[in-house]
């Protein structure tokens, strides 16, 4: 008997210590798995599963060192449900890792490729590695002037310049893409896109000398060789705007944001139908206006000089009245999201760049596609892709400009109160995926402006061709939303 209590004891001993060992092993696996998690580098937060606030992170200051934001696999846009604020916080941290101190410049002067509109690296003039000789209005014939009267000392309206910069990585694609197309290994028509961390960057410049000595401080300025009457001569520029437009994982359409000074012009008042000053602006006269003219070029000027302005804040369309327009997603939030995360990062800047804002960016609904179906989308959609009616995928702010890019193709309306849905423009009206060639093959390439006369020029044509194409694509489109 007391073999068998002795037999049954030490059962239940070597049981319970079965026991202890597995809930030992549970709880030490649950504990270390918790660290490896803690220990892996954050990303952004879920802000929108926690709050109403789209918000900057603390690890992107100070500027000096904001790191670049993480794109491909781990990042925020991996997954098959994307937040809004995902992509606002892209546009910043990636805006401020390009514009943060890199010897005596910034990243983008220093680490990107200056190239020409036809993708061709530009070489440095009289010592300077910024080149400027760029100063046609996307997608118009305008030339952009400043505001004569912004400066009355020198009482002389300026014109403003452009630059592309393109990474390595969208460069050596490029080239593969260039060559593999014209050798036929890749036909036209393909979905072929571009790498993870592919970038393109559009800045705009003006010379110092159109802005006021007692403003100057507030705008980022460095030198460079301007092209005039046949020469290039050295000159104080100062930075105006900038299109940030990059691929991240599940997005080959590129994310297209802006950032712009935020003292040039006023915004249109939805609620009066007029827009005013009562100060001069380097881009708006003093004074008022209650039409369109200010931004319709006309001829070989706008229709009225001195009164460019921005049609909708932060890209987001309004209806009279000031409310927002029903269209392919929901506002406010995009809106919210924007106004809040440029408040937290002026309020944490303490450089020159506290003096810039970031007007928007657009994208498309791409959540649960496969690369091959994401692919397949922008080249079946081509011109399409744009579209901001309900039940369509773009997002984001789907009237989205650049008051110094894009500031006479804000609309192509006459008239404001033609405006709706079914005519917004943005980014993707021109940038989709139809190349400028005749026979109109689609790839999501194409979006790439720079990368489709690069191909163009690789064919033989010349920039006076591509152009004349450039523009024939244009009024194309102009006549849809027209």
């Known amino acids: 008997m007391k073999t068998k209590f002795a037999n049954l004891a030490s059962s239940l001993l070597v049981a319970c210590l079965v026991i202890f060992v597995i809930v030992i092993s549970c709880k030490t696996d649950k504990t270390d798995k918790k660290e490896k998690i803690e220990q892996q580098p954050v990303a952004y937060e879920n802000v929108e599963e926690k709050s109403n606030d789209c918000n900057c992170e603390p690890a992107w200051f ?110 050596v694609a490029a080239d593969h893409f260039k060559t593999a197309i014209l050798d036929g290994s890749i036909p036209h028509n393909n979905t072929e896109t571009f790498p993870i961390g592919s970038l393109e960057l559009k800045v705009s410049w003006v010379k110092t000398s159109a802005i006021p000595t007692d403003k100057l401080s507030s705008y980022y300025q460095t030198k460079a060789a301007i092209y005039e009457n046949g020469t290039y001569v050295t000159s104080d520029v100062a930075l105006l705007g900038m299109h940030v437009v990059g691929v991240v994982i599940n997005h080959p359409e590129f994310i297209w944001a802006t950032f712009e000074h935020n003292d040039m012009a006023p915004y249109y008042d939805w ?78 800047l303490k450089d020159v760049w506290k003096n810039y804002f970031y007007n928007g960016g657009i994208w498309i609904d791409t959540d649960g596609l496969p690369p091959q179906k994401q692919a397949d989308t922008i080249q079946k959609l081509a011109g399409n892709i744009s579209h901001a009616t309900k039940g369509s995928i773009t997002r984001g702010s789907l009237n989205l400009s650049n008051l110094t890019m894009e500031t006479y193709t804000q609309t192509f309306q006459s008239d404001v109160h033609d405006i709706n849905v079914n005519n917004l423009v943005n980014c993707f009206v021109c940038h989709n995926s139809e190349n400028f060639n005749e026979d109109k093959a ?41």
């Not at 996307?138 to 020198?154: E, H, P, R």
């Not at 004074?287 to 460019?308: H, M």
């Not at 690789?458 to 591509?466: L, R, S």
């Open 62 to 171: 100070p500027h000096a060192q904001t790191p670049p934001p993480e794109e491909g696999k781990g990042s925020p846009f991996d997954t098959t449900s994307t937040t809004n604020c995902i992509f606002q916080q892209w546009s910043w941290q990636k805006f401020l890792w390009l514009t943060k101190p890199d010897n005596g410049t910034t990243v983008f002067e220093n680490k990107l490729i200056q190239v020409s509109d036809l993708m061709i690296p530009v070489e440095p003039q009289s010592g300077l590695s910024l080149v400027l000789k760029d100063i046609e209005q996307a997608g118009s014939d305008g030339v952009l002037k400043t505001n004569s009267q912004f400066n009355s000392s020198i009482n002389k309206s300026d014109t403003v310049y452009y630059s592309i910069h393109i990474d390595d990585t969208l460069k």
């Open 271 to 348: 609620n009066t139908n007029t827009v005013s000053s009562t100060d001069e602006k380097l881009l708006f006269g003093k004074g008022n206006t209650s039409s369109l003219d200010g931004i319709t070029w006309s001829g070989n000027q706008p229709k009225e000089p001195n009164k460019a302005f921005t049609l909708f804040e932060f890209g987001v369309p309004r209806t009279q009245g000031n409310g927002f327009m029903e269209t392919s997603q929901k506002e406010p939030k995009n809106y919210d999201n924007i106004k809040n995360i440029n408040s937290c990062v002026a309020s944490k």
């Open 442 to 482: 689609k790839s999501p390439l194409y979006l790439s402006h720079i990368f489709n006369a690069y191909l163009q020029h690789g064919a033989g044509k010349t920039h006076d061709e591509i152009n004349t194409l450039k523009i024939k694509e244009f009024n194309e489109q102009f006549m849809k939303k027209g």
